[in-house]
């Protein structure tokens, strides 16, 4: 099965100079809906359809259909750098 990537979405922001508080003041999205795209979950055709016309881009120059394992492989390399990182906080 394919999960959705939003990895995409995160260097168009770049380019455009724009953070990620700024993707949400432009389309109006709430903060759990942002932290659905952080997460790479699933998220409405009407959010997908707001960040389209605030970045004036399509469908595929945001997000890319990729193999559940892909995603997971990404995700748990996330988690493990992030808890690399409280570990390190508390020595």
């Known amino acids: ?3 959705v990537s ?6 168009l922001l770049i380019d455009k100079e724009m953070s990620k508080a700024d993707l949400k ?3 109006g999205i709430s903060s759990s809906t942002l932290a659905s795209l952080v997460a790479e979950k699933n998220v ?3 959010v997908l359809l707001k960040i389209c016309a605030a970045l004036d881009c399509n469908f ?6 990729v193999p559940n ?6 995700k748990k ?3 493990e750098s992030a808890s690399d990182h409280l570990r390190s906080s508390y020595k």
């Open 1 to 3: 099965m394919k999960m």
């Open 6 to 11: 939003y990895k995409k979405l995160w260097h």
């Open 69 to 74: 394992e892909e995603v997971t492989k990404r």
């Open 25 to 27: 003041r432009a389309t």
């Open 44 to 46: 409405s055709l009407d």
């Open 77 to 79: 390399g996330a988690d």
């Open 60 to 65: 595929s120059d945001m997000m890319d259909a």
